[in-house]
């Protein structure tokens, strides 16, 4: 991330040429650095959430205060340790670490000329209001109920079923984009179900450190704590638990088994909000109509993931999905050189690529002439 934005720096200092209807007339585009800019990041993936924050916004030419979540700190202030050994300007990067108060008060603050924002559609609401008493951009990532379509015409499944558990198991299901909506093709419902949950059996849940896991814990008991209580009142709906459904028994710690849902009422809150939890939703579809129908019905844009071995269908889903990013025969990946941003709940602007740099530069229009007039007085000629 660091070396790509590097890399993309020196576009920004040549005027980028615009072509004009009159030749008497230049025009150019400038992107001057907006200046100070707040960044505020989540705790699940901290470095990561902060590079890509920070990478294109030191590429740009702004100043940096990035303030991260104070669940996970550590790792932004060794970043600014090593800041301080590259020995980087003072002031250029700066890190505070705080609760939700010091959020606040940057994107209050007059100074700041923007603020990006990753986490919840609660926070981000907040941030939106405290940026207005001084009008600024503001960019934010505020999660999703992402989907994950499977049709019948798949090439394979073991390697579908893989990536169902990508999708929603990886980092404990505390991903803003997790696949955690499973809408399976009618035909194909009986023989995905039955591997899914021997696969789902076989995941090693234990210490992170540990290479054999593939399940570790919560971020925190109160985080633990919110996921159990999204299963309970599933349970309460009439919602069936294939597998999981509580605390990894004998085992300390912030652990919840991975959990698979079936007879998932539509509108019920485990199918419409985001759990930041291993909990997967499940429900079959008839047609590709319905199957779009349903990956739609949420109030995120997040993301939304398609399995399909027929490239035309893969092409029409690509645009009839609502999401700013839709994977065919995968769920997860990101790249740097990808653009990343979502649609309605899930906020708007966009981090990572060429369109994650411009985020931070303010544009200029330049109209430059030698000696045209436009002879609107021409007395005085």
Request: overall charge negative; charged content about 20%; some cysteine.
């Amino acid at each position: 991330c660091l070396r790509y934005y590097a890399g993309l720096a020196p576009t920004l200092d040549a005027p980028e040429a615009v072509p004009l209807a009159d030749g008497d007339y230049r025009g150019s585009l400038v992107r001057d650095p907006l200046g100070v800019v707040g960044l505020i990041t989540p705790w699940n993936y901290p470095l990561l959430m902060a590079v890509q924050k920070v990478a294109p916004a030191l590429a740009a030419g702004c100043c940096v205060v990035l303030k991260p979540s104070e669940l996970s700190p550590t790792t932004s202030l060794q970043l600014a340790e090593l800041f301080l050994a590259a020995e980087a300007p003072p002031g250029v990067f700066n890190v505070v670490p705080g609760a939700g108060a010091t959020g606040a008060a940057l994107a209050e603050h007059p100074d700041v000329a923007k603020i990006s924002f990753t986490g919840s559609v609660a926070t981000g609401r907040r941030v939106m209001r405290a940026a207005a008493e001084f009008p600024r951009g503001v960019s934010l990532e505020l999660g999703g109920k992402c989907p994950m379509l499977v049709f019948d015409d798949i090439r394979e499944l073991d390697t579908v079923i893989d990536w169902v558990l990508i999708g929603v198991f990886f980092n404990g299901g505390q991903i803003c984009s997790a696949t955690a909506r499973l809408l399976v093709h009618e035909p194909l419902m009986e023989r995905l179900m039955k591997r899914l949950l021997e696969a789902t059996a076989a995941i090693v849940v234990g210490d992170p450190l540990a290479p054999e896991t593939k399940l570790g814990p919560l971020v925190s008991a109160p985080q633990m704590e919110k996921v159990l209580g999204f299963i309970e009142r599933a349970k309460a709906t009439g919602c069936k638990v294939l597998c999981g459904g509580g605390r990894v028994p004998g085992r300390a710690g912030y652990f919840v088994q991975p959990t698979i849902l079936a007879d998932v009422p539509l509108g019920s809150e485990i199918w419409t909000e985001e759990v930041f939890g291993p909990v997967l939703c499940v429900r079959s579809f008839a047609t590709e109509e319905e199957g779009v129908r349903l990956a739609n019905d949420t109030r995120f844009g997040l993301a939304a993931a398609v399995m399909t071995g027929d490239d035309a269908r893969a092409t029409r889903l690509t645009r009839a999905l609502d999401a700013g990013t839709v994977w065919i025969n995968c769920s997860q990946p990101a790249f740097v050189e990808l653009p990343w941003g979502g649609l309605k709940l899930s906020g708007f602007g966009h981090e990572n690529g060429r369109l994650g740099l411009e985020e931070f530069c303010a544009l200029k229009a330049v109209c430059a002439t030698a000696d045209a007039c436009f002879k609107w007085y021409p007395a005085h000629l």
